[in-house]
């Protein structure tokens, strides 16, 4: 995907520029391409970026650590102020407080719009945070191999095992 030039919005129809989508974006591993479209309008002070794209991901189950394929859609917009300051370095401290109205997304109004930079980060936003297989995930299976000190007949995690050995060897 090319970057949009920010002046030259102005001059397209309706001052909006879509970009169909259908390609791997570099950095986010897919099983398929993402495939969608980014909506770019202008309206004077702000460009209000929306999108609606599709992909499948391969996720790690959190429960049993199995893999599975999962359907990542995302539709969503965004405003993005213009303004002249933005992506100046500044000599600022390390640390300081920010205010509310700092947490925006800007860029210069003679600047440009990358919209695969933007769907990329739009798309790691949609992967959920708690990645399951399957609702009733039993989890890693508990195996009883290793029989315990305080009772035989307790199931114990054989990742457990060299910390039960060791403390078999403790005294009393």
Aim: proline share 8%.
């Amino acid at each position: 995907m090319d970057a949009i030039y920010i002046p030259q919005l102005t001059q397209a129809p309706e001052r909006t520029e879509e970009v169909q989508v259908n390609e791997f974006l570099p950095g986010l591993e897919t099983l398929t391409p993402v495939r969608g479209y980014v909506r770019v309008q202008h309206h004077g002070n702000y460009l209000q970026v929306s999108s609606q794209a599709e992909t499948i991901i391969t996720c790690t189950c959190n429960r049993c650590l199995q893999q599975y394929n999962r359907r990542l859609g995302l539709d969503t917009q965004e405003i993005i102020w213009l303004d002249e300051t933005a992506n100046q370095a500044n000599d600022l401290p390390l640390e300081r407080e920010v205010v509310m109205e700092e947490l925006l997304e800007s860029l210069p109004p003679d600047g440009y719009f990358y919209p695969n930079e933007w769907l990329y980060e739009q798309m790691w936003l949609a992967v959920p945070q708690r990645q399951l297989c399957s609702r009733n995930c039993p989890g890693i299976p508990v195996s009883s191999t290793v029989e315990s000190s305080d009772s035989p007949e307790t199931p114990v995690d054989n990742r457990w095992a060299s910390l039960e050995a060791l403390k078999k060897q403790l005294p009393g």
